[in-house]
Structure formats: C-alpha cells, structure tokens
C-alpha cells in the first residue's frame, strides 16, 4: 500500500486519539472535511486501519502482574506451531504473543490478577499438551513504554 504524508497525519491523529472529530482530523491532515473522510475510508478499506478500540490504564483499575513469556516447543513442525497458536488465541489472560526467530519459538505477554493466577495458566497450558518443551518467566516490575506504531519509518513518496 503506498501511503503519502497526508495519509501519515490521518494515521498519527487517530493513533493519538481513536475519537477525534472528523473536523479535528481533517485540520491535522490539512484538508477539507470531506477529501479527508475519503482517505480515512480508504484506510479503512485498504486495512490500514485494524480496528478502532481504547487505551485502557490498567493502573487505574487495579493491581495486576504482567508477565513475559519465553516459549520453546518440543518440535517444530506446521502443525506444532498451528496447535499452540490456536491455544493461545483462546487464552485471554495472553494479551500478545509474538512468533520469533532465534534461540525461543515464541514471546508471550501475560496479564494476571497475581502470580498464582499466572503459575495457574501455565500449569494448564502444560497439561493441555500444546507442545511446549520449555518456558522462561519475566515478571515486568515497571512498565517503560507502550506505543503505537511507529509511523515516522514509513516511506512516502518524493512530492
């Protein structure tokens, strides 16, 4: 998808703030109400635009642990990778879960009420016999940074 730096600005906008007014966005992009809802539209169509949803500060609805995950599987086949998958996408306590390259098969992030609550879902996803051989627990102690995408590395076209 090619994206100019008009489209950048809608995308910016909305990352900052999902409920901007279309007339608060067309003046970020610097265009008129309507040219600027038929980009946006064709954002959407095209997927640059995922969805729409709010930023939740978890802080300020409680105390919880998150938890980062290295896992291994036992084996590496496409099935292997289709089965754990498929068990994680159940899982809603796994708000992330990135597939990687390297010495572990998969990142996960886990949110839980407590650590026991966390040690409980491990345990399960063990018995559960979705191929995981081993896992390596990081407790996060302080959350640094949680942005949106970084949309200064996308290439434009030369005006």
Known sequence: MKL?????????????????TKLNLAT?????????WERLRRLEAAGAIA?????IDANRLGRFATVLV???LKSHRQADFQRFEAAILREPSVVAC?????GIDYLLRVVTPDIDSYQRL??????????????????????????????????????
Do not use: H, M, W
């Open 51 to 55: 969805r729409y949803s709010a930023v």
């Open 98 to 102: 990135d597939a990687v390259g390297g």
């Open 28 to 36: 970020e992009a610097g265009l008129s109400a309507a040219a600027c």
């Open 4 to 20: 100019d730096k008009i489209d950048l600005k809608i995308l910016a906008a909305l990352q900052r703030d999902g409920r901007i």
């Open 70 to 72: 290295e896992i291994t």
């Open 122 to 159: 491990i345990d399960q996803l063990l018995e559960a016999e979705i191929g995981i051989d081993r896992y390596f627990t990081y407790i996060v102690t302080k959350a640094i940074k949680n942005a949106g995408f970084p949309l200064e590395i996308v290439e434009t076209p030369a005006l």
